[in-house]
């Protein structure tokens, strides 16, 4: 069965994959704490996409609108993120993660 305008769920499903696994591998691999953002944001999109081409294989939309929540959480959460970092940042002087065990103390 095809989605929208011929492109078959298949494809969806590789898509949010590979966006998913770039996430993952940001997250696991990388030591900016930006970065590491930006991959969790990533992450959540491609688990958003592939929630709305279910909804609309299924004709169900009701994971359209938690895809709605999850997005309006995910914005809150960076800005709270970011302020954090922020304040981070003005005491270490770096966005490294390996830097925050200085601040254990």
Known sequence: ??????????????????????????????RNALVIFMCIELMLNAVNLL?????????????????????AVAAAEV????AILMMVYRNTKTTDIDALSKLKY
């Open 51 to 71: 929630m709305v081409a279910f909804s609309r294989y299924f004709n169900d939309s009701n994971a359209q609108v938690f895809v709605f929540f999850i997005m």
């Open 79 to 82: 800005s709270v993120g970011l």
């Open 1 to 30: 069965m095809d989605i929208i305008k011929g492109v078959p769920l298949t494809s969806y499903i590789l898509l949010c994959s590979i966006l998913f696994a770039i996430g993952a591998l940001g997250v696991l691999y990388r």
